[in-house]
T-cell receptor, first 114, second 111 residues
Framework: NAGVTQTPKFQVLKTGQSMTLQCAQD?????MYWYRQDPGMGLRLIYY???????DKGEVPNGYNVSRLNKREFSLRLESAAPSQTSVYFC?????????????FGPGTRLTVT | GENVEQHPSTLSVQEGDSAVIKCTYS??????FPWYKQELGKRPQLIID?????GEKKDQRIAVTLNKTAKHFSLHITETQPEDSAVYFC??????????FGQGTELSVKP
């Protein structure tokens, strides 16, 4: 089992460019999450999904969109990147219902917006 | 609002000493409280969790206590070792299943 995988590992964007961060899990989990991690601010929830076809906003959704393409994949899109979106992005999945059990994190994507 | 306060932000202890990290949450309906450990450059990993129907839970050198009345929960690490050095995050689940994390505690265990 690969667990939770994320691509790319690193990305540099110019302000205004768009990109999609990919996430996939092979554990047959229903729940999936996207977080961003900034120094001194912990992990902040961007969007989450209870199952294929459903998504909900987290703490900091502005500037992002998501797609739960199928049970395995959950992508995060930045339509017009801003320097404030420079961060490390983690995808996670869980077997338990939303928020109620262990979340398994991917290795992260380090994004820099110049 | 939906928030989790975590203290201290940094903690330095001598090997063999105990370490305690404290968190508070704001929603009395929260019923699940996990703790994650993140080593430098790695992904967060769950080390222990507690549900609201339990006051304390232990796993070898790690324990978590929950005071629902005061909306406090704490992580206790005994007999600390250098490999315990990492950033520790507490979290609480809020309405809709949103897991809200504290700001993190950087624990340094000096040999």
């Amino acid at each position: 089992n690969a667990g939770v995988t994320q691509t790319p590992k690193f990305q540099v964007l110019k302000t205004g460019q768009s990109m999609t961060l990919q996430c996939a899990q092979d554990m047959n989990h229903n729940s999936m999450y996207w977080y961003r991690q900034d120094p001194g601010m912990g992990l902040r929830l961007i969007y989450y999904s209870a199952s294929e076809g459903t998504t909900d906003k987290g703490e900091v959704p502005n500037g992002y969109n998501v797609s739960r393409l199928n049970k395995r994949e959950f992508s995060l899109r930045l339509e017009s990147a801003a320097p404030s979106q420079t961060s490390v992005y983690f995808c996670a999945s869980s077997e338990a219902p939303l928020g109620q059990g262990e979340q398994y994190f991917g290795p992260g994507t380090r994004l820099t917006v110049t | 609002g939906e928030n989790v306060e975590q203290h201290p932000s940094t903690l330095s202890v001598q090997e063999g000493d105990s370490a305690v990290i404290k968190c508070t949450y704001s929603d009395s309906a929260s019923n699940y409280f996990p703790w994650y450990k993140q080593e430098l450059g790695k992904r967060p990993q769950l080390i222990i969790d507690i549900r609201s129907n339990v006051g304390e839970k232990k796993d070898q050198r790690i324990a978590v206590t929950l005071n629902k009345t005061a909306k406090h929960f704490s992580l206790h690490i005994t007999e600390t070792q250098p490999e315990d050095s990492a950033v520790y995050f507490c979290a609480a689940v809020y309405q809709g299943g949103k897991l809200i994390f504290g700001q993190g505690t950087e624990l340094s265990v000096k040999p």
